[in-house]
């Protein structure tokens, strides 16, 4: 048979989250760019929960929306049930998450591929990487066949030697029966790069019409829907929603549990992968949380096209018969039709601290990687990745200076600043927790902060990006004007204030002081402020948010002043940390092994202490006189 070649400026390996950000992002950047899969019927596809968003990660996707990807549009396209969470908390952790009908994004993601210019989708599995003197070369395919290319992109996901386990049962396949890749992992660690072993679980998925809807919560979605795309018009989401249900476990779903633990793959020592400890299995719940007595379970539809129900909080890999029984203990779920039982899933992925902040290899030029791979878990946090991996890979062919978001700037930022710097055994989940930024990085304010980077790069189109500057021109006049309307202690001003419970006025003051009370908000005093110019309800979000955190947010911004100082701080790439005397031996040895870019970087790595960066600034400053002698 003769060998197929063929060129590409790009390859993307993977066709889920973060290889269809990746590949759209190349393609639209003008680079010819190919997608592979094991299997074309499988694009974008959701092997877990039905929702895309939730707590941090909506802010994720609103990001990759911003920036000019995919996701966002997907999900408005073909959610069937949408709603903001955390609303009675502040703005910062507000954050929308969608029911999807999951066969329709992964059809809606396709037709956007394929009708995108400049990008081919191919089934077949990639089996090694053609590197020369650290540079990448190309891939050759399962058949033999070769794909020359300036970059890569690896988004592998969870297929890498893939092995799928329940009870004593175990598959070598990927998710849903899907074919595992069993060959790359081999050529990877002879390029010298680390491979990790990590697991995630999913729960069984049980017929719609065999659960007792009458012993749960029924859960609806929001009356008033917040599209995830900032291009989405908001009235074309407003559509009939399907509802969620909500029931627990109880003492008797423990107790099987309990009674058949040693049957558990995850406790017999059959699955040697890390799991996710913030995605625990049903299992790990009862055995970590032992004193409670009931766990939620979120009874979720898969789509439109089927009646099959995703058992939300209940994932699990014990035995088929111990499944029965557990399910069938949870009210609701006593006549339980098992149409896919729960499993775990084993597979392959890297130690991210090999990737630079662009998600390019360290060890291999043109190399990228994201998603799953790199160590995350999650549809949003793969997506993110792939998007910044793809506009990179871009970048570096073009010549053009990469893309690095940093902490202060985007959930993005902190995702894989926490990856490439921190230590990472587990697959890494995002949560609004892990941002120290977060009243600036709020999900309402994504494309405020990122439509620029998204034009320059050139993923957002000039019409989009003066939309956001016209925007961002009237929250600055609009608060403007309202720090200084003047409100006087007039009869009309304090009827309004004693509705809300406010403090009547003794002498005048500014309609933005009122609005900063926590009682009122910019919504409130609509009917004391007279001149109210008419504005977009995103920009009235913006103003009352801005004008109601001020300090907070005046606080925070100082705080990014510091941290932007010593992310400037460059540390030079030939730098030889066994010349910087009295730096300690462990902080020597983490800084050989991450080379970390920035002083500030440095300073997150774990064993790095603030007297070894003090040393280090002290090295550097001699380090620039030398060479600016030289
Ligand atoms: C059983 C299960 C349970 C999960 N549970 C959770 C959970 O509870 N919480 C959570 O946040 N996330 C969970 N996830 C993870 C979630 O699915 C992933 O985070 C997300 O899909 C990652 O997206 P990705 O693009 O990185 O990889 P994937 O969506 O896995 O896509 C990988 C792609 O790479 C392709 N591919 C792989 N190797 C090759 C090759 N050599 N050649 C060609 N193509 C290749 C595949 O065909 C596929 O298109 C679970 C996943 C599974 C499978």
Known sequence: ????????????????????????????????????????????????????????????????????????????????????????????????????????????????????????????????????????????????????????????????KARCIYGDISNETGPDGLQAANYLTDCLKELGIEMFRFKTGTPARIAGNSIDYSKMEEQFGDKRVVPFSFSTDPEEVQIPQQSCWLTYTNEKTHEIIRNNLERSPLYSGMIEGTGPRYCPSIEDKVVRFADKNRHQVFIEPEGLYTNEMYIGGMSSSLPEDVQYEMYRSVPGLENARIVKNAYAIEYDCINPRQLYPTLEFKNIKGLFSAGQFNGS??????????????????????????????????????????????????????????????????????????????????????????????????????????????????????????????????SGTTLAE?????????????????????IPWDVKEQVDINVKYDGYIRRQLKQVEQFKKLEAKKIPEDLNYEEVGSLRIEARQKLEMYRPVSIGQASRISGVSPADISVLLVYMEQYGKRRGKE
């Open 1 to 160: 048979m003769k060998t197929v070649i063929e060129n590409y400026d790009v390859v993307v390996v993977g066709a889920g989250h973060a290889g269809c950000e990746a590949a759209l992002a190349a393609a639209r950047l003008g680079l010819s760019t190919i997608m592979f899969t094991v299997s074309v019927n499988s694009i974008a596809l959701m092997p877990c929960n039905p929702n895309i968003g939730g707590s941090s990660k909506g802010h994720l996707v609103k990001e990759v929306d911003a920036l000019g990807g995919e996701m966002g549009k997907n999900i408005d396209k073909t959610f069937i049930q949408s709603k903001m969470l955390n609303c009675s908390k502040g703005p910062a952790v507000h954050s929308l998450r969608a029911q999807a009908d999951k066969q329709a994004y992964s059809n809606e993601m396709r037709r956007t591929l394929e009708n995108t210019e400049n990008l081919v989708i191919r089934q077949g599995e990639v089996t090694k990487l053609l590197t020369e003197n650290g540079k990448i070369k190309g891939v050759v395919t399962y058949s033999g066949a070769i794909y020359n290319c300036k970059a890569v992109v690896l988004c592998t996901g969870t297929y890498l």
């Open 377 to 506: 878990s999650g549809y949003e946090e793969a997506a993110a990745q792939g998007l910044i991996a793809g506009i990179n890979a871009a970048m570096e062919i073009k010549g053009e200076e990469q893309l690095i978001l940093d902490r202060s700037e985007a959930y993005i930022g902190v995702l894989i600043d926490d990856l490439v710097t921190k230590e990472n055994h587990e697959p890494y989940r995002m949560m609004t927790s892990r941002a120290e930024y977060r009243l600036l990085l709020r999900q309402d304010n994504a494309d405020l902060r990122l439509r620029k980077k998204g034009y320059q790069v050139g993923l957002v189109d000039e019409e989009t990006y003066q939309k956001v500057l016209e925007k961002e021109q009237r929250i600055d006049e609009e608060i403007h004007r309202i720090e200084h309307v003047n409100i006087g202690a007039t009869e009309k001003v304090q009827k309004l204030l004693e509705s809300y419970g406010s403090t009547p006025l003794k």
């Open 514 to 534: 009122l609005i900063r009370r926590p009682e009122l908000s910019y919504e409130a005093v609509e009917p004391i402020d007279e001149d109210r110019p008419d």
